[in-house]
């Protein structure tokens, strides 16, 4: 079975053909500039296909985007399967299900349109996704579309964890609650832990970090989602590549005053112009913010240092939250990749039991046990295939 897999973005769309049952990738790749001119990147995995990299195509609008991917999946000399009938199904990545999906769901017309009363919750994303949808549905008829959630993963929070210390009406009235990202991540990550330390999921509890551009952590007990850092939306939790993580509320009135700005200038500074970006005054990216702090830039080294921080906090809150933790995740760019940030945020944790094997650590994307082999709390790299994730989605509820 292949699922075509897509992520739909206002002027970008994402696509992944995979076989779920093998966990193979056929191909991957990019369009963008979408209403603007149109590029178009094209990587399939097949040996003696080549590869093409931004090449302009015309993309006035997403079904263009789609229909060049789909010419090039079935390009007779260069695509990676026969024809359109090699296409089973097509997984839907969408950002906001509210609190009306708690689960990946197959498209229907209804799905629709709860997926479109969810768009205030996610006025950036939610529409583009929905495009992506219409546009796959008119090019694909009768091919079987499912609908993966970032938020669905987190459903299973309870009220203790969702709910803001905010006057009740807003939750009732205005569905203002935590409601976590990254879901498809955690979700994965969480299972492949499972796996990997030979342990029904339901018996763990797992402290999962997807640490990349945006961060969360996230708290799973028993397989499910108990708390997570992201809340209402992406901007809570950690500090992160530019978004400035939790912070005092009345800051935003103070600033605002300051210079006089509205709202949407504060939020644009939270979102664009804080994080490790806005502390360091470097980049919002962790390679260049190592290389600076390693010719003593204190801000950049200030910044890694507060990012770290903020995410062993978290680790330490969720193990009280849970009454102890069985194995915690790094995962996602960050999590991935740099073995000096996965030692600081771990050293230290040595009083819960996490003992961390710096040999084993030194390695990068490599999915292993990175923990002492008599470290109480197990710690694992795993990298994340929120892309796999969703094929798998989609092809449990194809069948
Ligand atoms: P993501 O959002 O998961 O794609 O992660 C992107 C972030 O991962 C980048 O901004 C980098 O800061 C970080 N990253 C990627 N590769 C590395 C690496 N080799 N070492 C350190 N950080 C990395």
Redesign the pocket.
Known sequence: MNVLVINAGSSSLKYQLLNPETGDLLAKGLCERIGIDGKFTYKPQLPGKEKQDAVDVAMPTHSEAIQTVLNALVDPSNGVVGSMKEIDAVGHRVVHGGEKFAKSVLITDEVMKAIEECNPLAPLHNPANIIGIKACQALMPGVPMVAVFDTAFHQTMPPVAYTYALPYEYYEKNAVRRYGFHGTSHKYVASRAADMLGKPIESLRIISCHL???SSVTAIDGGKSVDTSMGFTPLAGVPM?TRSGDLDAGILEYLMNQYGMDIHEMLNILNKKSGVQGVSGVS????DL?AAAAEGNKRAALAVDMFNYGVKKYIGAYAAAMGGVDAIIFT???GE??AKQRMAIASGLEFMGVKMDEDANNV?GEERVISAADSKVKVLLIPTNEELMIAMDTASLVK
Do not use: L, T, W
């Open positions: 990349g551009n945006g590549g919002s990216d962790f390679r190592g996602a760019g960050v990749n740099d990068r």
